[in-house]
């Protein structure tokens, strides 16, 4: 079945990066556009960006256009994102998810989340 | 992109229905038949529901339904039990390859 697991919670001081990694199980990992959501207390979904685990493609929102890296390693079947310039809104429950079997625009699996709190 | 525009909270008693609209623009709604719907328990990953405006993933009951009129989408969800108590989030593909989140509804069962 596919899994996808994330690394652990992190706490960052402001300014700095975190890195959250994303190994996925149970299916080709690259045939599938991996996504990244983040959740900030008590917001809504946050879409941040997707790569085509194939290629190597990536989409970013806007909102984190040049604060946000998305990569991967086929040989790990991994995911990563990495944000910079960390602040204090950046606190968030972050997500991967893998598109959905049936649909190139909707997510289908998820991981577990990591929480990434910037404190100083 | 903006947040798509959803309710902030609707309620319903046991076995009555309710809606939740989604409004975007031109450019991600109405543009595309690419609207999904994402049910979310607090402290749980969301779980998808509807996709591509009115299809259903295996497994997620038929009390669930989509659909969609120009710039809005909706969830319709019929019969409701105690556990569709969640959060629900549309989301829409958007003219410039990304994806756009609604801002999400917390639906209360009485």
């Known amino acids: 079945q596919v899994q996808l697991v994330q690394s652990g919670a992190e706490v960052k001081q402001p300014g700095a990066s975190v890195k959250v990694s994303c190994k996925a199980s149970?299916?080709?990992?690259?045939?599938?556009?991996m996504h990244w959501v983040r959740q900030a207390p008590g917001q809504r979904l946050e879409w941040m960006g997707w790569?085509?685990?194939?290629?190597?493609?990536?989409k970013y929102s806007q909102k984190f256009q040049g604060r946000v890296t998305i990569t991967r390693d086929t040989s790990a079947s991994t995911a990563y994102m990495e944000l910079s310039s960390l602040r204090s809104e950046d606190t968030a429950v972050y997500y991967c998810?893998?598109?959905?079997?049936?649909?190139?625009?909707?997510?289908?699996?998820w991981g577990q989340g990591t929480l990434v709190t910037v404190s100083s | 992109q903006s947040a798509l525009t959803q309710p902030a909270s609707v309620s319903g008693s046991p076995g009555q229905s309710i809606t939740i609209s989604c409004t975007g623009t031109s450019s991600d709604v109405g543009g595309y038949n690419y609207v999904s719907w994402y049910q979310h328990h607090p402290g749980k990953a969301p779980k998808l529901m509807i996709y591509?405006?009115?299809n259903r993933p295996s497994g997620v009951s038929n009390r669930f339904s989509g659909s969609k009129s120009g710039n809005t989408a909706s969830l319709t969800i019929s019969g409701l039990q105690a556990e569709d108590e969640a959060d629900y989030y549309c989301?829409?593909?958007?003219?410039?390859?990304?994806?756009?989140f609604g801002g999400g509804t917390k639906l209360t069962v009485l």
């Open positions: 989301s829409s593909y958007t003219s410039t390859s990304t994806l756009v």
């Open positions: 790569i085509n685990a194939g290629n190597g493609d990536t």
């Open positions: 998810a893998r598109r959905s079997t049936s649909s190139w625009y909707s997510v289908g699996y």
């Open positions: 591509d405006v009115s």
């Open positions: 149970g299916y080709t990992f690259i045939s599938y556009t």
